[in-house]
């Protein structure tokens, strides 16, 4: 398909275990980001790829999450030692460019429950 | 504290009312942009604003970007049970870098 593709749609893991979410974006869009939602609430900013820029990681909560985008395309977003309060939907968006008047096309999300 | 805060949090109401949600904060923005999240769905973008005092209508919506582009209002006339889902104002920071920042969102029933 032409969106914005992440995997896996869910993923229940142990708490302490590490996990890897991936995000394809639309092809061409050089902007993705990354953004943690519970509960049904507003999306949490986590990380910002642009281009070859330096990634803004500012949102990141710890240094347990890290991420990186590949030959600016597919990107992974790694929790290390999960924790329970990590359990929420995980959503990657990809925009043509970045900007005032830009789109952001979100993937589906990945669901992620710590037990 | 939120960059932007919506309100109200959530709103449940009958098919053929109207209602307003707003996105308020104490920032100024170049624009302001509205999205809508259906249930195992991501957002998607209903509307983009840019200039203080805007109205835009999508059929029975209508957006409104504040005099001082520091908020925003999305109207909704005669609610139909399709118009259920979290809406949610988006902002772009150019402090650094063009993150995309999101309010704390609204989340909307509509019953028939």
């Known amino acids: 398909g032409a969106g914005v593709s992440q995997s896996p749609s869910n993923k229940v893991t142990e708490k302490g275990k590490d996990v890897e979410l991936r995000c394809d974006p639309i092809s061409g869009h050089t902007a993705l980001y990354w953004y943690r939602q519970s509960l049904g609430q507003g999306l949490e900013f986590l990380i910002y790829f642009q281009g070859n820029s330096a990634p803004d990681k500012s949102g990141l909560p710890s240094d347990r999450f890290s991420a990186e985008r590949t030959g600016g395309s597919v990107s992974t977003l790694t929790i290390q030692r999960t924790q329970q309060e990590d359990s929420a939907v995980y959503l990657c968006?990809?925009?043509?460019?970045?900007?005032?008047?830009?789109?952001?096309?979100f993937g589906q999300g990945t669901r992620l429950t710590v037990v | 504290t939120q960059l932007l805060e919506q309100s109200p949090q959530f709103l449940s109401i009958q098919e053929g009312e109207n209602l307003t949600v707003y996105c308020n904060s104490s920032?100024?923005?170049?624009?302001l942009q509205w999205y809508r999240q259906e249930p195992g769905e991501g957002p998607v973008l209903l509307v983009t604003?840019?200039?203080?005092?805007e109205v835009k209508k999508l059929k029975r919506l209508t957006f409104q970007f504040g005099d001082a582009r520091k908020d925003s209002s999305l109207h909704i006339t005669a609610a139909q049970p399709g118009d259920t889902g979290l809406y949610l104002c988006a902002v772009v920071l150019s402090y650094n870098t063009d993150k995309l920042i999101f309010g704390t969102g609204t989340r909307l029933q509509v019953f028939p």
């Open positions: 920032s100024v923005f170049s624009s």
């Open positions: 604003v840019v200039t203080g005092g």
């Open positions: 968006a990809s925009s043509f460019a970045p900007g005032w008047n830009t789109e952001a096309f």
